[in-house]
C-alpha cells in the first residue's frame, strides 16, 4: 500500500490561513481521486474536498468558497489551501482515496489543525 504522510497543520486565529501537505510514497494521484478528510473532535470523519483524475474538484457545503484542493502529480504531494478559517473547521485532517476503501492507501497519522475564536 502507498504510504500517505499528512503536514502543515497548527493553531491558527479565527480568519487565518493555513497550507496542509500530503505526501505520497506512489504515484497515485493521477489515477485515483484524492480527498482531504476532517475528523473533528467529538464527530465521524467526513470528506471535505475531492481532486478526480481529470482535475476536477468537489467541496462539502462548510469549507466551500474557502478551501482549495490541488496536487503535483510530480511530487506525489496533495494540497489542501485553507482560508477564512472557523473554530469549527478544528479537528484532524487526514488524505486519502475517495473512496477510502480501496486497498490502495493507508491511513497516516493525520495533521491537527486548531481554529481559536
Known amino acids: 500500500q502507498v504510504q500517505l504522510v499528512e503536514s502543515g497543520g497548527g493553531l491558527v486565529q479565527a480568519g487565518g490561513s493555513l497550507r496542509l501537505s500530503c505526501a505520497a510514497s506512489g504515484s497515485i494521484f493521477s489515477i485515483y481521486t484524492m480527498g482531504w478528510y476532517r475528523r473533528a473532535p467529538g464527530k465521524q470523519r467526513e470528506l471535505v474536498a475531492v481532486?478526480?483524475?481529470?482535475?476536477?474538484?468537489g467541496y462539502a457545503d462548510s469549507v466551500k468558497g474557502r478551501f482549495t484542493i490541488s496536487r503535483d502529480n510530480n511530487q506525489n504531494t496533495l494540497y489542501l489551501q485553507m482560508n477564512s478559517l472557523k473554530p469549527e473547521d478544528t479537528g484532524v485532517y487526514y488524505c486519502?482515496?475517495?473512496?477510502?476503501?480501496?486497498?490502495?492507501?493507508?491511513w497516516g497519522q493525520g495533521t491537527q489543525v486548531t481554529v481559536s475564536s
Open positions: 486519502n482515496t475517495d473512496p477510502y476503501d480501496l486497498g490502495v492507501s493507508s
Open positions: 481532486i478526480r483524475r481529470g482535475g476536477t474538484t
